[in-house]
Nanobody, 122 residues
Framework: QVQLVESGGGSVQAGGSLRLSCAAS????????MGWFRQVPGFDREMVAG????????YYAGSMKGRVTVSLDKARNTVYLQMRNLKPEDTAMYYC???????????????WGQGTQVTVSS
């Protein structure tokens, strides 16, 4: 079992920045790959960024590519998502996800946090 607890969401004006955090606990072998998805009501959950906990290789996807940085503090078992130049269309619930492999993670087969809301106003 893996537990994920997100924090750091909130409201920000367009052009602003936020850093999301995801504190992980539980089986380390079940959270080899970790990262972030986001979801707007009525739409599918989409990938934002991920990181391999062993190799520290990162993966970025979607419209936030180039405006976000994912990182991992292994000592704290915490994954971060630094978001910059935020736009109103980035408004969504952001979820932390963890899985054994990138394949599982990308297919949304793994563990999820409860989500943290990000609201960007124009």
């Amino acid at each position: 079992q893996v537990q994920l607890v997100e924090s750091g969401g909130g409201s920000v004006q367009a052009g602003g920045s936020l850093r999301l955090s995801c504190a992980a606990s539980g089986s380390s072998s079940s959270r080899t790959y970790m990262g972030w998805f986001r979801q707007v009501p009525g739409f599918d959950r989409e990938m934002v960024a991920g990181i391999d906990a062993l190799l520290s290789q990162t993966y970025y996807a979607g419209s936030m590519k180039g405006r976000v940085t994912v990182s991992l503090d292994k000592a704290r078992n915490t994954v971060y998502l630094q978001m910059r130049n935020l736009k109103p269309e980035d408004t969504a619930m952001y979820y932390c996800a963890a899985a054994r492999t990138f394949a599982d993670w990308s297919l949304k087969r793994g563990y999820w946090g409860q989500g943290t809301q990000v609201t960007v106003s124009s």
